[in-house]
Nanobody, 127 residues
């Protein structure tokens, strides 16, 4: 079992920044790909960013590329999502997730569905 506890988020004006954290406990964090997903009201959950456990390699949705940065600190069992130049369309509930995947893989959606999820945190960007 892997338990994921999220922190961060909140309300920010457009153009501002926020950092989300996701602390993992339980089984070995280091061998899991970690991802961030988000779900806006009335929309399906979408992939935001992921980081492999080997390399590590990072992966981003086109909508956040150049603005968001995912990172992990294996010593602290924590993954971060630094969000800069936030836009109103970034407003959503953000979830971190862990997936068993290859060392340089971002993890596929099915991997995350079979994996572990944080409790979600609201990010609201005002215009």
């Amino acid at each position: 079992q892997v338990q994921l506890v999220q922190s961060g988020g909140g309300l920010v004006q457009a153009g501002g920044s926020l950092r989300l954290s996701c602390a993992a406990s339980g089984r070995t964090f280091i061998s899991y790909a970690m991802g961030w997903f988000r779900q806006a009201p009335g929309k399906e959950r979408e992939f935001v960013a992921a980081i492999s456990w080997g390399g590590p390699r990072t992966y981003y949705a086109d909508s956040v590329k150049g603005r968001f940065t995912i990172s992990r600190d294996n010593a602290k069992n924590t993954v971060y999502l630094q969000m800069n130049s936030l836009k109103p369309e970034d407003t959503a509930v953000y979830y971190c997730a862990a997936a068993r995947a290859g060392p340089t893989s971002r993890g596929q959606d099915g991997d995350y569905e079979r994996g572990y999820w944080g409790q979600g945190t609201q990010v609201t960007v005002s215009s």
